[in-house]
């Protein structure tokens, strides 16, 4: 049994007597290279604590997907294996601990790698990304899905049937949070306003309200002294936190709807955005084998491996762009499946 600094302050000279009484011997703090893990979450507590909880997590996620790397697996079986193996056990832990930008992309880094093996020209992450009406194969965004989680805490300061305008105000408005974003490590607070930040918003229909004249915000003085308490409260059954508010509107976030909702502001490339969502409907449903399936599917995404792209990429390697059965005209990607 542990007990741990709440500040990440070493106070082990006041409290080691009173934690000998209770069979504790060690005090968590700031200092300990590793973090303390409580219901699955880790308390981190210092830089050092999250480069060596992100390194241990990362050779975790790879050790995942060895078993498969040496397997024969179709495109869609791949974005699978990434959602359902990979991605899954990310999840539980992140809708709580805040993520830096290179934590996420070294997640990212894991599943890019297990993705594009055996594919080259290989197939762009946007595109693996998108949805599979689309022309993706709905690999989920690990900075999305991570802002999805996130979301759930922000949702009901968005939704209560009287918000508050501080509220409304910090999460809408960039500026208005200078004020409470002075230092500079990763907080859960940042987490919340990245999620929010990354819906889109259009102010060109948004009217002023002439009944509040009013220019400038005031902030009230006990914003700054605001605990955990007057803000969350433990469900009394499930025993977790959640939004002190009597509809308890967290409970209904759908992560799915935050996603598709975010997807709007991407523009899908342009040899895509042709295809209608029936066609590729229409796809998916082909009675193909894996070799078909992947064949058609990079052809349409232009990534078949051509003697001309092979040439213009690896000259020294691929000498010569013409056609290596009828050797008479410049390989192409049509002419490859003719």
Same mark, same amino acid.
């Given at each position: 049994?542990?007990?741990?600094?709440?500040?990440?302050?070493?106070?082990?000279?006041?409290?080691?007597?009173?934690?000998?009484?209770?069979? =504790?011997?060690?005090?968590?703090?700031?200092?300990?290279?590793?973090?303390?893990?409580?219901?699955?979450?880790?308390?981190?507590?210092?830089?050092?604590?999250?480069?060596?909880?992100?390194?241990?997590? @990362?050779?975790?996620?790879?050790?995942?997907?060895?078993? /498969?790397?040496?397997?024969?697996?179709?495109?869609?079986?791949?974005?699978? @294996?990434?959602?359902?193996?990979?991605?899954?056990?990310?999840?539980?832990?992140?809708?709580?601990?805040?993520?830096?930008?290179?934590?996420?992309?070294?997640? *990212?880094?894991?599943?890019?790698?297990?993705?594009?093996?055996?594919?080259?020209?290989?197939?762009?992450?946007?595109?693996? *990304?998108?949805?599979?009406? &689309?022309?993706?194969?709905?690999?989920?965004?690990?900075?999305?899905?991570?802002?999805?989680?996130?979301?759930?805490?922000?949702?009901?300061?968005?939704?209560?049937? *009287?918000?508050?305008?501080?509220?409304?105000?910090?999460?809408?408005?960039?500026?208005?949070? &200078?004020?409470?974003?002075?230092?500079?490590?990763?907080?859960?607070?940042?987490?919340?306003?990245?999620?929010?930040?990354?819906?889109?918003?259009?102010?060109? =229909?948004?009217?002023?309200?002439?009944?509040?004249?009013?220019?400038?915000?005031?902030?009230?003085?006990?914003?700054?002294?605001?605990?955990?308490?007057?803000?969350?409260?433990?469900?009394?059954?499930? %025993?977790?936190?959640?939004?002190?508010?009597?509809?308890?509107?967290?409970?209904?976030?759908?992560?799915?709807?935050?996603? +598709?909702?975010?997807?709007?502001?991407? +523009?899908?490339?342009? %040899?895509?955005?042709?295809?209608?969502?029936?066609?590729?409907?229409?796809?998916?449903?082909?009675?193909?084998?894996?070799?078909?399936?992947?064949?058609?599917?990079?052809?349409? %995404?232009?990534? =078949?491996?051509?003697?001309?792209?092979?040439?213009?990429?690896?000259?020294?390697? /691929?000498?010569?762009?013409?056609?290596?059965?009828?050797?008479?005209?410049?390989?192409?990607?049509?002419?490859?499946?003719?």
């Amino acid at each position: 049994m542990d007990a741990f600094s709440v500040s990440g302050r070493d106070t082990s000279d006041y409290w080691n007597r009173s934690l000998a009484d209770m069979n =504790i011997y060690h005090l968590q703090t700031a200092l300990d290279p590793s973090p303390l893990v409580y219901l699955g979450f880790s308390l981190i507590q210092s830089t050092l604590q999250r480069n060596n909880f992100m390194a241990a997590f @990362i050779a975790k996620l790879k050790k995942t997907l060895q078993p /498969h790397t040496r397997r024969s697996v179709s495109v869609l079986g791949k974005a699978t @294996i990434v959602n359902t193996l990979l991605l899954s056990k990310c999840w539980y832990t992140f809708r709580v601990i805040p993520l830096t930008k290179m934590d996420i992309q070294q997640i *990212t880094s894991v599943a890019i790698q297990f993705l594009k093996k055996g594919i080259s020209p290989v197939i762009p992450w946007r595109t693996w *990304t998108l949805l599979r009406l &689309q022309g993706g194969l709905g690999t989920l965004d690990v900075n999305l899905q991570h802002a999805a989680l996130y979301f759930r805490w922000v949702s009901p300061l968005l939704q209560q049937n *009287t918000p508050s305008s501080t509220s409304s105000v910090l999460l809408l408005f960039p500026v208005a949070r &200078q004020q409470f974003t002075k230092k500079r490590r990763v907080l859960s607070l940042d987490m919340m306003y990245n999620s929010i930040d990354m819906l889109p918003r259009n102010y060109d =229909i948004v009217t002023i309200n002439v009944s509040s004249p009013q220019s400038s915000v005031q902030l009230p003085r006990r914003t700054r002294s605001m605990t955990v308490a007057d803000v969350f409260q433990v469900h009394p059954t499930h %025993h977790f936190l959640h939004w002190k508010s009597p509809s308890d509107l967290s409970l209904t976030v759908c992560f799915k709807l935050f996603r +598709e909702t975010c997807y709007t502001v991407h +523009e899908v490339p342009s %040899h895509l955005a042709s295809i209608e969502s029936s066609a590729w409907n229409f796809f998916w449903s082909l009675i193909l084998t894996m070799v078909q399936r992947n064949v058609v599917y990079r052809f349409i %995404h232009k990534c =078949i491996p051509h003697q001309s792209l092979l040439h213009r990429m690896f000259p020294t390697v /691929h000498l010569s762009s013409l056609c290596p059965v009828c050797s008479t005209v410049d390989d192409s990607i049509h002419h490859f499946l003719c």
